[in-house]
């Protein structure tokens, strides 16, 4: 009897050890699902935003590539290349500069009452009207010089300067606010803080300028050069006041949801560069286009000419086709306008052809030089 109920007792035992176990196990497993998700979701974006450079710039040119299985690889490659670029830059603008206010400067205990003040249950409340001005006027400051010299097509060294003469009047600007609220502090403290808290703004700053400096890059057109009001283009105007609008607005929306709700502050950005992208696409026109000129980065769809040199069945094609001379061998002027796919897609003068790329054997490329642009 004795052992029948030690039997039992081990069994009863045996059986609560592995309800415990279960118990234990199955917030690991609730976690895991979220960790796929959240994995799930940066891939999406990411090649989401490379799709979409892809998807515009080839409705741009009117041309979709024959892509085979063997491809699709490459093909998935350039998608998550160009769309983790061009969301790394987007990041540096539209969210980082919100974050680094969000943790270290809108709820310091020192600036109480600036953008920051504790509620009933004794708990940080974000003021948004003392953010805005604390943080929106100088910053918003610092984005109209920054893009003033690339109204009229300004070097990126000229827009550089211009950048940190922006962020001159912009620290003036966030010094008087702050001295008002360090008042009470010993002059050495107040000192420090200052230094610091200017420190982390201008920070911001400069993070914001290099991504501005390397869009800018990408976007601005050579041709256009020198102080000229003949030379101002509404368009390119309608752009850099979105630029700083959208940029200016979505670091202050980060900047108030990133401490409590981080994954509100993070699909803020998400949208954020996606008005951006829109922005990019719909305002410039033809190869000003956002998509065209990141494209053209790649050697593909830039004004660079090439010249193709054929194989004895390319060279009856290329003739039948007009594109050769008599006794050659070789294409040239022309612009590879797509190299997705198991063909070409170029431009020879006016005309487009879809060319087999079993039927080159080579090409070789001449960049047309790029013109220096003048500076102030």
């Known amino acids: 009897m004795e052992i029948e109920m030690l039997g039992s007792t081990t069994w009863v035992e045996t059986v609560s050890t592995e309800e415990l176990q279960a118990a234990e196990l199955q917030p690991k497993g609730d976690k895991e699902p979220s960790k796929i998700d959240s994995k799930f979701l940066q891939t999406v974006v990411l090649l989401g935003f490379g799709g979409a450079l892809l998807a515009r710039y080839y409705a741009f040119i009117g041309y ?10 490459t093909y998935l490659s350039v998608l998550a290349l160009s769309g983790t670029g061009l969301l790394a830059l987007y990041g ?41 001005k604390a943080m929106g006027i100088p910053f918003a400051v610092f984005l109209i010089i920054a893009h003033m010299p690339m109204a009229w097509g300004s070097g ?14 912009a620290l003036i600007i966030l010094r008087g606010y702050l001295n008002r609220e360090l008042k009470q502090q010993a002059t ?21 300028l290099v991504a501005m400096v ?11 050069s020198g102080p000229s009001p003949a030379r101002y283009d509404a368009r390119e105007l309608a752009m850099l006041a979105a630029c700083s609008l959208i940029s200016l607005v979505a670091n202050l929306a980060v900047a108030l949801q990133y401490r409590q709700w981080r994954t509100r502050a993070v699909v803020t ?78 431009q020879i003068g006016a005309r487009r052809i879809v060319f087999p790329k079993d039927k080159v054997l080579a090409w070789e490329t001449t960049p047309v030089p790029l013109q220096a642009p003048k500076t102030l």
């Open 64 to 73: 979709i590539p024959e892509i085979e299985w063997k491809e699709s690889l």
């Open 92 to 132: 540096l603008l539209l969210f980082l500069p919100g974050v680094i206010w969000s943790e270290l400067l809108v709820c310091e205990g020192e600036l109480q009452g600036l953008m920051c003040f504790k509620n009933t249950q004794g708990k940080p409340e974000l003021c948004p009207i003392g953010v805005a």
């Open 156 to 169: 990126v060294a000229t827009v550089l300067v211009a950048g940190l003469v922006g962020l001159i009047p």
């Open 188 to 208: 050495k403290q107040r000192r420090s803080l200052l230094t610091r808290y200017l420190s982390f703004f201008g920070l911001s700053a400069l993070v914001s």
């Open 214 to 224: 390397v869009l800018y890059k990408l976007l601005a057109d050579p041709s256009r």
């Open 269 to 346: 950005g998400i949208v954020a560069a996606f008005l951006l992208f829109l922005a990019g696409e719909s305002i410039p026109r033809g190869d000003r286009t956002l998509s065209a000129r990141i494209i053209a980065q790649f050697g593909v769809g830039d004004q660079s000419e090439h010249t193709l040199f054929l194989n004895p069945e390319g060279i009856q094609l290329a003739t039948a086709l007009g594109l050769l001379e008599a006794k050659s061998a070789s294409i040239s002027k022309v612009q590879i306008l797509s190299g997705l796919g198991r063909s070409y897609y170029l």
